[in-house]
């Protein structure tokens, strides 16, 4: 399974919601990155992404987005296949 990472903030509910549907689809490790806790993090973010809202969700190495982008891409069928390539 391709590592996850997502760039999350505290009290953040589209960050629960992602973190609740990659649970359902198998996912049991996701790298937090707490924004809201470090300045250079949500510089990183903002570079990576070119994006200023959280959660921003990459899978290996693709930006997938934030959790409307996410669920579309479990909607669609094609979540598990980036997931597992």
Do not use: W
Not at 13 to 18: D, K, L, N, Q, V
Not at 55 to 72: A, S
């Amino acid at each position: 399974m391709q590592p996850v990472t997502m760039y999350t903030g505290a009290f953040c509910p589209y960050c629960t919601m992602a973190k609740k549907l990659l649970a359902a689809v198998g996912v049991t490790e996701i790298k937090e990155i707490r924004v809201d806790k470090n300045p250079a993090d949500f510089a990183e973010m903002q570079q990576l992404s070119g994006q200023r809202s959280i959660p921003q969700i990459f899978i290996g190495d693709t930006h997938v987005g934030g959790f409307t982008d996410l669920y579309r891409l479990q909607r669609q069928g094609e979540l598990i296949e980036l997931l597992n390539p």
